[in-house]
C-alpha cells in the first residue's frame, strides 16, 4: 500500500468517527435524565411554553426521527440556534463573536509554546546531563505539571501586583500600551486588516500589540502543558538523533558543527513533534475553559461552558459537533503531515 | 539447572526447611500489625456498614454497629487518642494535649509518627520481598528482578516514588494527621464545643467549633486572617491556616487528598480492566471485533475530554449517580468511559504481536479455552505496557478532577476537593489570606511531578527501550 493509499483510508476512517462521536453527543443530550425542555425553561416552567419548545426542537416526534434530524441538520451545517443564553441568536452568529477570540488565544499560545519548547528542548538535548540540561529538564515538568486554572489565577494576581511589588517602576497594565490584565482581546482591527493597515498603520499597528498583549498571558498558561511535551520531546529526539549512525558519519565526514545541528539533527528531530503539536488540539480545546474562565475572554471554551451551566442543551450539541470536527481535522493533518515529512510511518497501522 | 530447583517443592515447605528468616519476618509484622490492629478492624466495620446500607432492608444493621463501637474501642498507636492535640491554655499549662506540650508540637509529633509508621510498614514489606527472594524463592533470577534493580537505579523514579507514598499516606491516614476532625471541624461544626483560654476574662470559656470557625476565616487583610502555622483566637492550630470560612484548611487538603486519589485510582483501575479485556479480545479474534474497537475508540478519543465531563457531569446534575459520595461515583464512572480507548490504543500493539507467539499457538492445540489463553498466556505480557501507561495518565485525572471541582461542576461540598479550595481563596490571592489558593495549587504540582516521574521510572524499568511518543496523550487532560 502506497502511503498516499494509507493516508486516504485514513481519511475515510474520520467519517463513521465523526458520525459516531454526534451520535454519542446526540445520545448523551436526548436520551440522557436531563430533559431539554425543562433545562431551557428552568425555573419559568409552564406546559403551554414547554409544548411550542418541544415542537420547535421536533421533540414530539419518533426518536429515530429525532435522530435523523439531529443528524441531517448537523451534517449540512444548519446548526441550529441557542435558547438559554442568548435566545433566538443562532449558531453561526455565536460562534462569529466567539471563535476569533479563541482562535486566537490558541493561535499565540501554540506559538508559544512552539518557539519556547522547542528551542529550549533542542539545547538540552544537544548539552545533555550539564547543569543547564537539568534546570530546563525539571522546570519543563514542573511546568506541565501545574494545573492551567491555577497557574492562570496565579498569574493574574502576579500581574496585578507587579506594580506594588516593583514600587511602581514597572507595571504590567502600563508596560507598551495600556491594558488591563483580565480582559477579553479587542480583535477589531481583524475585520478588513490590509485597508485599516493602509489606512492608518501606526494605530492598526497598535492595536496588533494590545490584542497580542492583552492574549500573551492566557497564551502562556494555556501553552503550557504543550511547552512542556514538546521540550520533552524535543529532548529525547536530539539526544536519539545525535546518537544515530548517519550522524556519526556526517561527522566523520567533516561535516561542520553548524550544518551538522542544522542539517542532520533538526529536521529529524522534528518527526516525532509533529503528533505533540497536533495533539495539542486536544490540550487547547479543553484547556480553553479553564483559561478563559479566570481571564474573562468570552471565547468558545467560555461560550460551551456557560450553555452547559445554564441547560442550552441544543447549543451544546452544535459546539459539540463543531469540536469533534475540529479535532478529527487535527488527526487528518497529522496523518498528512507524517506522509509528508516521514515515509517510513504507519503502513500496517 | 539443579534438580532441587526444577521439582516443585510448595513454598509451605520451603519455608519450613528454613524458618527463620521468615519468622523473624512474621514477628515483626505482627508488631506492626498489632499496633495499628483497631484502625484495620474499623475500616473492616465502616466496609461491613457500607456493605449492610446496600442491601436493601438492611439486616443485622444492629449487628454491624456494636461491632463497629467495638472496634472503635481497640487503641492504636497511630491515632488521635494516643497523641492528642486539641487542648486548651489554662493559664499555667497546656491541658489535654499530648505530654503537655502545645497543640503544635503534639500534632507536628503526630505526622511523623504517622509518617515513620508508614515508612516502617513498607520498608517491612520491602524486606519480606528480600527475604523471600534470597531464601525461599525457587529460582535465583527472573526477568522481574531486572525490573526491580533497574527501577533501584533510577533516581528520577525513586523521587516520584517517594512523593507518591507520601501522598498515599496522607490520604489513607486522613482522619490522624489532621489537627481536628473532619466531622467536628468541617461536618457538624455546631455539635461540638472547644475550651480556649479567654484574655479578656482570664479563664477557659467553651465555645461551638462553628462559631470559633466563624471568627476565624481567612478573608483578607489583618484580624480577618489565619495565617499557615499559626494559631486562631481560639487556641486551634492550623498548619495550612484557614479557608475563607475559618474551617482547617489542613485537614480539608488531607481530606481532599484522600478523594483526590481514589477517584484517580479507581477510575484508572476500571479504564484499565476494560482496556485490557478489550485488548484481549480484540487481539485474539481480530477482523471484525478489532474493526469495531477501533471505530469506537477513535470516536470517544475524537471527543474534546473536558467537554465530555462537563457536559456529562451537567445532564445527570440531579439524579443520584450524582449525589453518591458527592459526585465522585459518577466522575469515576465518567472518567473510565472516556480514558479505556487510550488504554487500550497504547497496548494494543504489543497485544497483537503477543497473539501472533508460537506459544499461543501451541496453548490452543493443547485445547485450552480462549479465555484462558488470553488470561494465562497473553495478559500478563501486556500488564507491564498498561501499568506503565495508567501510571502516566494518574496526574492528567487528578488536575482534571480539581479543575472541574474549581468550575463548581466536580466534587460539591461538603467533601473537600482542592480545586473547591483553590477556588474558595481565589480573590484573596493578593492579600494575606494568599494560602487558601495556593498551598492546594502547589500540592497538586509537587504531587502531579512525583506522578509523572513514577510513571517515568515504571516506563525506563518495564521497558527501557520504550518510545517516549505516546504519553504527551496520556498526562494531558487540558486543565
Given at each position: ?98 471563535a476569533p477570540r479563541t482562535i486566537w488565544l490558541g ?225 487528518i493533518l497529522q496523518d498528512f503531515l507524517y506522509t ?10 | ?286 477482523g471484525l471485533a478489532d474493526l469495531a474497537t477501533v ?185
Amino acid at each position: 500500500m502506497s502511503r498516499w493509499q494509507y493516508f486516504l483510508r485514513r481519511v475515510l476512517m474520520s467519517i463513521p468517527v465523526v458520525i459516531f462521536g454526534t451520535t454519542i453527543t446526540f445520545a448523551l443530550i436526548r436520551l440522557g435524565p436531563l430533559d431539554p425542555v425543562s433545562a431551557i425553561l428552568g425555573t419559568q416552567y409552564n406546559p403551554q411554553a414547554a409544548e411550542q419548545i418541544r415542537t420547535n426542537l421536533g421533540l414530539n416526534q419518533p426518536l429515530w426521527s429525532q435522530y435523523l434530524d439531529f443528524m441531517y441538520e448537523l451534517f449540512t451545517f444548519q446548526l441550529g440556534q441557542s435558547w438559554v443564553i442568548a435566545p433566538g441568536t443562532t449558531a453561526y452568529e455565536l460562534i462569529e463573536i466567539y471563535a476569533p477570540r479563541t482562535i486566537w488565544l490558541g493561535f499565540w499560545s501554540v506559538v508559544i509554546a512552539l518557539f519556547v519548547g522547542i528551542p529550549l528542548g533542542f539545547y538540552a538535548g544537544l548539552n545533555p546531563n550539564t547543569p543547564s540540561d537539568y534546570a530546563a529538564s525539571f522546570g519543563g515538568i514542573v511546568w506541565r505539571a501545574m494545573p492551567n486554572f491555577w497557574l492562570a489565577i496565579m498569574l493574574v494576581t502576579a500581574l496585578s501586583q507587579l506594580g506594588t511589588w516593583t514600587n511602581g517602576l514597572f507595571t504590567w497594565q502600563t508596560w507598551i500600551v495600556r491594558t488591563n490584565v483580565v480582559t477579553p482581546p479587542a480583535l477589531g482591527f481583524f475585520q478588513s486588516p490590509v485597508e485599516q493597515f493602509l489606512a492608518d498603520p501606526g494605530g492598526w499597528t497598535e492595536s496588533f500589540i494590545r490584542a497580542t498583549k492583552q492574549i500573551a498571558p492566557a497564551a502562556l498558561v494555556l501553552g503550557s502543558a504543550s511547552m512542556g511535551n514538546e521540550m520533552r520531546i524535543g529532548r529525547t529526539a536530539v539526544l536519539e538523533t545525535i546518537n544515530s549512525n548517519y550522524v556519526e558519519t556526517a561527522r566523520a565526514k567533516g561535516v561542520s558543527g553548524r550544518s551538522l545541528v542544522w542539517k542532520h539533527i533538526f529536521r529529524n528531530a522534528l518527526i516525532p513533534l509533529v503528533p505533540i503539536i497536533t495533539g495539542e488540539a486536544f490540550l487547547l480545546l479543553g484547556g480553553s475553559v479553564f483559561v478563559e474562565t479566570v481571564f474573562a475572554i468570552n471565547g468558545l471554551g467560555w461560550l460551551f461552558f456557560n450553555a452547559a451551566i445554564n441547560g442550552d442543551l441544543p447549543l451544546i450539541g452544535t459546539l459539540m459537533f463543531i469540536f469533534i470536527l475540529i479535532l478529527v481535522g487535527t488527526n487528518i493533518l497529522q496523518d498528512f503531515l507524517y506522509t509528508i515529512i516521514d515515509p517510513r510511518v504507519g503502513y500496517d497501522g | 539447572m539443579s534438580t532441587t530447583t526444577e521439582t516443585e517443592i510448595p513454598l509451605r515447605q520451603r519455608v519450613a526447611e528454613n524458618p527463620q528468616p521468615a519468622l523473624i519476618w512474621a514477628a515483626v509484622g505482627a508488631v506492626l500489625i498489632g499496633v495499628e490492629l483497631g484502625a484495620i478492624l474499623q475500616v473492616v466495620g465502616a466496609v461491613a456498614g457500607v456493605v449492610v446500607n446496600l442491601i436493601p432492608g438492611d439486616p443485622g444493621a444492629s449487628a454491624v454497629q456494636s461491632l463497629q463501637a467495638a472496634f472503635d474501642a481497640i487503641p492504636t498507636l497511630v491515632s488521635r487518642d494516643v497523641i492528642p492535640n486539641q487542648g486548651y491554655w489554662d493559664g499555667t499549662g497546656y491541658e489535654n494535649t499530648f505530654l503537655g506540650l502545645s497543640p503544635a508540637v503534639a500534632w507536628a509529633i503526630r505526622v511523623v509518627f504517622v509518617y515513620a509508621y508508614a515508612f516502617a510498614v513498607l520498608a517491612w514489606a520491602w524486606n519480606g520481598y528480600k527475604r523471600f527472594r534470597r531464601h525461599y524463592r525457587r529460582v535465583d533470577w527472573t526477568p522481574r528482578d531486572d525490573v526491580v534493580n533497574r527501577f533501584r537505579g533510577h533516581s528520577w523514579g525513586k523521587f516520584g516514588l517517594i512523593i507518591v507514598i507520601t501522598f498515599v499516606v496522607m490520604a489513607v491516614f486522613a482522619p490522624a494527621l489532621g489537627p481536628t476532625t473532619m466531622e467536628q471541624n468541617i461536618l457538624q461544626p455546631y455539635d461540638y464545643e472547644v475550651s480556649y483560654w479567654s484574655e479578656d476574662t482570664q479563664s477557659v470559656e467553651t465555645v461551638l467549633v462553628g462559631e470559633a470557625n466563624l471568627g476565624s476565616g481567612s478573608q483578607g487583610a489583618g484580624d480577618e486572617n489565619v495565617a499557615p502555622m499559626t494559631y486562631d483566637d481560639f487556641g486551634r492550630f492550623h498548619p495550612f491556616g484557614t479557608a475563607t470560612n475559618g474551617k482547617d484548611l489542613f485537614t480539608q487538603v488531607v481530606f481532599g487528598a484522600r478523594i483526590s486519589l481514589t477517584i484517580a485510582v479507581v477510575a484508572m483501575g476500571i479504564a484499565g480492566l476494560i482496556g485490557l479485556g478489550l485488548a484481549m479480545i480484540t487481539a485474539y479474534y481480530k477482523g471484525l471485533a478489532d474493526l469495531a474497537t477501533v471505530l469506537v475508540s477513535d470516536s470517544i478519543q475524537a471527543l474534546p475530554v473536558i467537554m465530555v465531563l462537563i457536559l456529562m457531569l451537567v445532564i445527570f446534575q440531579n439524579t443520584w449517580v450524582r449525589e453518591l459520595y458527592d459526585g465522585a461515583v459518577l466522575i469515576i464512572l465518567i472518567f473510565s468511559i472516556v480514558y479505556w480507548p487510550f488504554i487500550w490504543r497504547s497496548i494494543r500493539g504489543p497485544a497483537l504481536q503477543v497473539s501472533e507467539q508460537d506459544w499461543i499457538d501451541a496453548a490452543k492445540s493443547f485445547g485450552q479455552t480462549p479465555t484462558q489463553v488470553m488470561r494465562k498466556h497473553m495478559a500478563p505480557y501486556v500488564f507491564s505496557y498498561m501499568l506503565i501507561y495508567a501510571s502516566l495518565s494518574l496526574g492528567g485525572i487528578i488536575i482534571s478532577v480539581a479543575g472541574l471541582s474549581y468550575l463548581g461542576l466536580g466534587i460539591t461540598a461538603p467533601t473537600p476537593e482542592w480545586g473547591r479550595l483553590i477556588a474558595n481563596g481565589q480573590q484573596y490571592v493578593a492579600s494575606p489570606s494568599w494560602h487558601i489558593s495556593l498551598v492546594p495549587g502547589l500540592l497538586i504540582t509537587l504531587v502531579v511531578t512525583g506522578l509523572n516521574a513514577f510513571g517515568d521510572g515504571i516506563r525506563d524499568a518495564i521497558d527501557p527501550q520504550a518510545d517516549t511518543g505516546d504519553e504527551a496523550a496520556a498526562t494531558g487532560g487540558g486543565a
